[in-house]
């Protein structure tokens, strides 16, 4: 049974530049949440996939995007790159089921983004 | 908006001493959920807990969730340098979850 995978492992960047990060979920899971977690802190909400839309955002600017396929992986996106945007990316899937008994979050390794 | 406080920011213990960590929020909780993240790791999950007062455990951990559902607890009985790593609390806002400032344990042999 796979859990999360994500790649690549580490990617590193310029200022300006665009990168693109890849999540498969667990097996049977179909929704895909997307975090940024600096070094020494806790993990910061980006956005949650379902049913291939965007269902909800935290506060991060337009330059981080995202999109859900079929088959319930997901990419982020995040343009214009910024010596602020250096940080740990984790991908965390879960099942959706109703608002009130949020699911147990299962993190990928994550993708350790340095930007130069 | 929301934020979710973490106290201690560090803890070093020696080898068998007990560990506690404390999650506060200035607004109730619809529920709490532990994660753990050893270093250079990812958050694993623990525990959920949802109804007020509730306490649960899982062999040297004990989770608590406050009557008034705006504080949680995870302490550790008699760490082990296995218990090493970064323990956060988190809670969900709709969709969204918010993470603690989380507790890094560092435990002496």
């Known amino acids: 049974d796979a859990g999360v995978t994500q790649s690549p492992t580490h990617l590193i960047k310029t200022r300006g530049q665009q990168v693109t990060l890849r999540c498969s979920p667990k097996?049977?899971?179909?929704?895909v949440s997307w975090y940024q977690q600096a070094l020494g802190q806790g993990p910061q909400f980006i956005f949650q996939y379902y049913e291939e839309e965007e269902r909800q955002r935290g506060n991060f600017p337009d330059r981080f995007s995202g999109h859900q396929f079929p088959n319930y992986s997901s990419e982020l996106n995040v343009n214009a790159l910024l010596l602020g945007d250096s940080a740990l990316y984790l991908c965390a899937s879960s099942l959706a089921g109703p608002l009130s008994s949020n699911q147990p979050q299962h993190f990928g390794d994550g993708t350790r983004l340095s930007i130069l | 908006g929301q934020q979710v406080m973490q106290i201690p920011q560090y803890q070093h213990v020696q080898e068998g001493e007990d560990f506690t960590t404390y999650c506060n929020s200035s607004?109730?909780?619809?529920?709490i959920q532990w994660y753990k993240q050893r270093p250079g790791g990812h958050p694993v999950f623990l525990i959920q807990?949802?109804?007020?007062?509730e306490v649960k455990k899982q062999k040297r951990l004990t989770f608590q969730f406050g009557e008034a559902k705006k504080n949680s607890s995870l302490h550790i009985t008699a760490t082990q340098t296995t218990d090493v790593g970064t323990y956060f609390c988190a809670t969900p806002r709709a969709y969204k979850y918010i993470f603690g400032t989380g507790t890094r344990l560092k435990v002496l042999a």
């Open positions: 807990l949802v109804k007020s007062g």
């Open positions: 097996s049977g899971h179909d929704t």
């Open positions: 607004t109730t909780l619809s529920n």
